[in-house]
């Protein structure tokens, strides 16, 4: 009954043929004046028959189709793409889509068909143009289902999206694809592949992706005999391991392919027993016959290159993109190589080596010489290199995209240098480093991006290490305590004189003075998101190109007249603004009443429409803007005259206090941020977007237990703080490297406790490092060291580099003096 009055409405809408809106369908032109229709998200259990029969594109995603019947669609016989995605579909007739002789795309993907009893014999026969069959994400279950889908028909299929069932064998049906040349198998429930898998697959396909495989397979090394023309092979994310991905690759010797992408394929698996990789020439040797154009090796849990494996390949010149980030290898120990490598790499345009979050006891550095035109490596040992800082790093000159970033390396570089350079995009961010290498651009440079985040701008901006960019268009300098360098009397961005967009967010910026930026005529986004500002700063006013102006997550409690002239000034100039002001400690009140009317009236583009939460003085409560702003005059029927004096004399205390209170507050930042913790924890983690699941980290070694009990019941029980140490809190499993990372990285301080054997404990220098590394990324408030029967001359010389920043307790042996430490301990945290 519903649905006989469904038709009865749907059957009146459609005596009006040229009306856009059919039922509940939208009907557009496309580009070349064909008709479309998209029926999304309308809760249909049968296909709408009153649509204009020549539309060429029908959308049922999103419905509720269960079946599709007998000529189902033979009304709509142009159609060339069908796409019934998320519906309920469990069985196809026979004739489903007879008539449908011009389709070329049909996807079916993300409904119940089983590829053995859904498709009855015949049922794509009359698509004899198909060229893009999507029939993935359908089978939700492990269980053994042989493949009945009768695609023989499907001469002219160039694509096929399907599911990898548990124990596939496809059947000789899929041989007669002769045009098929990309496979994408999404849904994956194999534990193994064998030779004869997919030998029924017709040969012509060029690319093969096979991704998300949840469960471990193993395969079998002939598993792409049946595909001589691969020319891709995506394996992200399957789990497979490095090992048995390269192992298969002995077809494409001495061929050439554009893609190998081995992302994220080895995962940590005690069930079997599966080993993080070491990158031996042996496992490498099919790749290197191969002329690659893309390689991606990233998130690979690789710990060691042995022997030159990465840098072997016979076809340097086929290179153009190389990705090995998130890796847990040396990199000190390859970086020679590497670079030596990379000029013979003459087509690289793209490489990314990042997130290599350890750091190393005794590296290697890098010395890269050139004399003469000839350029030559040397290897320097140890610390004095460091000391002399004399590593120079050339960038090759096709290089287009350059990435590295997260790494932990001690001042090895003096200097990145390019000539004559097409490196258009740079990212060196957040990586540890006393020194911060020169940039250097001989001849003409192309750069128009550069990412230092991270990077303390002291060391960056403030010594002059940037080079004369007159191309750079974007500048991110996100997490680099900018304020430092803003408070001294350098114009700071003199460098790149026509950026367009700017990111200084994060930087605990609280004022700005009027040179410091400089003349930025062409900029046009400036985002100052995540800082201290209390007003916007004038300075904002003098860039008249500026059209993007993010101020989200700072301290404004209103913005001045000036400023809400010129904004709309701006808009009428350009006719857009965009402006952020979320997550400001707004205030509603009869002072800002001028802030409310601005906010309903103006044209210009404001996130969350305006709507910003704010504290209304006359209720003490919060409320939003647009509700208070609607409703002015009954919030604030008593703003009369003694009100204003009051609020004079308030003003005028305040912006005094305010005056010293912003310079108390920058010097006192971190106590007064853990006052704030202790009273408003929420609050200003929220504001400093810090989460934390622990307060403490406690990293000790065996002869301490005890002593570690007694610390955390004095910290747990007695003080109400969240203890996190190996004993208890590690979850069984995870490699255990993984797991230090992520719980240091999950706690707010960390404690080291010193002890005789500590000394030969290794755990103890990794988590030093990567406390190094947390307290660097700015996530670490503090580091306590507690020495405990040890002299202090014996503490690991790793804590060097950051004594500075670490607060040391020598644990006493007399009762009265362990109250004392007890006392000093709870001061300095919290
Ligand atoms: C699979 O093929 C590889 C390579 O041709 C061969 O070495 C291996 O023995 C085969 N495995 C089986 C079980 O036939
Ligand atoms: C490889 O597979 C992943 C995951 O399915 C996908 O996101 C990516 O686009 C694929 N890469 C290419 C080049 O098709
Ligand atoms: C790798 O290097 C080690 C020593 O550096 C050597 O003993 C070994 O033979 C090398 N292996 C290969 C495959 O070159
Ligand atoms: C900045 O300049 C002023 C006057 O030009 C000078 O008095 C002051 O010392 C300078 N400050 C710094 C940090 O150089
Ligand atoms: C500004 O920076 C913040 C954090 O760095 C980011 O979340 C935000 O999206 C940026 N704003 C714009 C408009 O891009
Ligand atoms: C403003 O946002 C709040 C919270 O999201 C909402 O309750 C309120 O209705 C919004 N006001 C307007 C006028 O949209
Ligand atoms: C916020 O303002 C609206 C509109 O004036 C009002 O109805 C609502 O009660 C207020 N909410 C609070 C929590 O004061």
Redesign the pocket.
Known sequence: MDNMWKFIVVCITCVFPYSTVFAKCNITLNMLGYKEASCKHQGFTLVPMDLPPDIKKLDLSYNRLTRLYSNGFLRYKYLEYLLIDNNDIRWLHTTAFSSLSFLRHLSLSRNYLNVSESYPQGVFEPLNNLSVLDISRNMKYQDYNPYKIPVSGLSNLRELSIDLVFNATFGQQFKKLHNLQVLKLDYCHVNHLNNETFSEMPVNIREFHMTTCKYFVVIEGGVLIPFPHLKVLNLTNSNIHLAQALNILHPFQNKSMDALLFRGITRPDSKHSIDPVILTPEMMKYTYTICIKAMDLSANNIILVKNKSLVLFQRPECFETIIISANSFSVDSWEVDFVLFSFKMTNLKIIDISYFPLGFKNPTFLNVITKDNVTRVEKVQGKWARQHNSMTVLIPSQIHFFRITHMMTEGSFLEFKAKDSFLRHLEISYFETDFFPRINMEGFNSLEHLDLSGISSVKTIGDAKIPFLIHLKTLIL?ETNLINVLQTNITILRFCPNIMNL?I??NYIWKIKANSLGQLHNLKQL?L??NLLETIPEVVTTFFSLD?L?LSYNQLTTIGKNILGWIDNMHNKHGTFKL?LSNNPLICSCDTTKFLRWILTTKVELDNNGNYSCWVSSRKSINYTTNVAEDLHHYFVDCDNTVWIKVGISLLVSVLSSVLCIALLYNFRWRIMFFLFRNFRRFAEKGLELQFDYDVYISYSDDCVSFVKELQEKVEDEWGFKVCFEDRDFMIGESIATERATSINRCRHIIFLVTPSIVKNEWTRFEIERAKYEKFSKNLQKIVVITRDIPLDTIPIEFSTIWKDVLLIQWPVEKDEVQFAWQKLRLWFF
């Open positions: 996100r990111d967010s994060n985002n998101s995540h993007e993010d952020y």
